[in-house]
């Protein structure tokens, strides 16, 4: 704890939990141990650590804080990463909520109700808190224009689980049409975002290229991250989101209620600001997590050439082969950044999201993930948020610009070619803000 905190409380026998999914309302989505550690708590935040890598949620930055009803399970959400939490003993879980509830300066405080009934776990072993149940949908605030509700389908019992081919293909020459290679454009239409009544984007319509890098620019707050998570559905994370619209791939409404979050999820992969890899886990483990978090089966050799391939098209194989086994959270930020890659490529996504990715990364690095960005793109569509123009210029062929003036909510002013939005753009505040004259 900082000198200036005073600690309120340790509990030296919890654990660190993530979610196997970004979406903590997700019913498909299961809250596992990630490590043994200390939890505490002092007058300005929550503290955990294993003994080597430390974790700190303040509590100004908490949006959202889920409990599990009948587990001993916390997640503690910020903006920037929304599936850590901890677990305490449950003797300590009443005092621990007490005092989380004491401090509270505006997060959203949620219980989820497992919906396969509590699992006491062993006395000899971890924490096994349960699957979270989805928070009903949201009733959308009173609009002109139709509505969609986000809403979760329920998979079945003894659903089957999705065979992966081994390996992605190897890039080089590819066909001409995007298609053949198997990947997909998004087409976003209409979309319109709101926080309770706060309304953050107003009908944005946004065709995002198949086989293409599109790069999303503007001012903070103008809603590109919003509008980047409403893609593969973040934006049902936070219970007071809703939106209306249509978000469509190849055509098909990923917010059919018919369609599993889970499909959505392994076909739109995402890559956030923050590196979030597991920390305790290796970088092996880390690699092939999302095959065992999606019911992905692969043999032992199949997981081998997996790792092998997607840490060599995330740039890091001839880094890390030699260390496979070490935790994932002892490489620098740059390395996890791309570990974060590769674990997102390893279900093979058709495209990939990718929020901010080298806002907190040195020079060096920030160019080693742009060089994976311009080589990924043969094998995934890209959709890139980024406040660096010149990152913007290098790395994408199409390009959108947000803005939101006045307070009004996000518009896009303008958008095409990467290349004519910076030479000649159409609008003066285009102009404006690539040539760093906004504002």
């Known amino acids: 704890m900082a000198a200036a905190e ?19 309302l997700s019913v498909d989505a299961q809250v596992v141990v990630v490590d043994a550690a200390y939890v505490r708590v002092s007058d300005r935040r ?12 303040p509590f100004e930055d908490l949006t959202l804080v889920i409990h599990g009803e009948a587990e001993s399970w916390t997640l503690l959400v910020t903006n920037d990463v929304g599936d850590f939490g901890v677990a305490v003993q449950p003797r300590d879980v009443a005092r621990f909520r007490a005092l989380l509830d004491g401090a509270r300066l505006g997060f959203v405080v949620h219980y989820q109700q497992p ?11 971890p924490f096994a808190p349960a699957v979270p149940a989805p928070a009903p949908p949201m009733a959308p605030p009173p609009r002109a224009h139709s509505w969609a509700a986000p809403t979760t389908a329920v998979p079945p019992a003894g659903a089957s689980t999705t065979e992966l081919p081994a390996v992605l293909p190897e890039t080089g020459s590819a066909p001409g049409d995007p298609h053949e290679r198997g990947l997909a454009g998004i087409d976003a239409r209409s ?10 984007l107003d009908r944005v319509s946004l065709h995002m290229r198949a086989g293409d890098v599109t790069a999303l620019i503007g001012p903070s707050g103008c809603g590109k991250s919003t509008f980047l998570r409403i893609l593969n559905r973040m934006h049902e994370m936070i219970p007071s989101a809703s939106m209306g619209g249509q978000v469509l791939m190849d055509g098909h409404d990923v917010y059919d209620p018919t369609r599993k979050l889970t499909d959505a999820r392994r076909e739109i992969g995402m890559v956030f600001q923050k590196p979030n ?7 092996y483990d880390n690699t092939i997590a999302s095959l065992r978090l999606t019911g992905t089966k692969a043999s032992v050799d199949e997981r081998d050439e997996i790792v092998e391939s997607c840490l060599s098209k995330a740039g890091l194989w001839n880094e890390v082969k030699d260390r496979l086994r070490q935790p994932g959270g002892g490489l620098s930020g740059g390395q996890q950044q791309r570990l974060c890659i590769a674990r997102a490529l390893a279900i093979r996504p058709r495209v990939l999201l990718m ?6 990364l040195d020079p060096t ?12 793109v043969e094998e995934v569509t890209i959709v890139i948020v980024t406040h660096n123009m010149q990152q913007a210029a290098r790395v994408s ?3 959108a610009f947000f803005l939101a003036e006045h307070g009004t909510p996000g518009v896009i002013v303008e958008h095409g070619a990467t290349a004519a939005m910076f030479s000649s753009p159409q609008d003066p505040r285009t102009d404006d803000y690539v040539n760093g004259r906004f504002g």
């Open 355 to 360: 929020d901010e990715p080298c806002s907190a």
């Open 277 to 283: 890899p597991f920390p305790a886990m290796s970088i």
């Open 6 to 24: 005073r600690e309120v409380a340790a509990f030296e026998d919890g654990a660190i939990v993530q979610l196997s999914s970004g979406n903590p």
């Open 365 to 376: 690095s920030t160019r080693r993930i742009e060089q994976t960005i311009v080589e990924l």
């Open 115 to 125: 919906a396969q009934g509590h699992l006491a776990p062993p006395a000899s072993e």
């Open 397 to 399: 062929d199409q390009c």
């Open 46 to 57: 929550v503290l955990a650590g294993d003994g080597t890598l430390e974790w700190s949620w």
């Open 191 to 200: 979309i319109s975002a709101w926080f309770g009544s706060h309304q953050v």
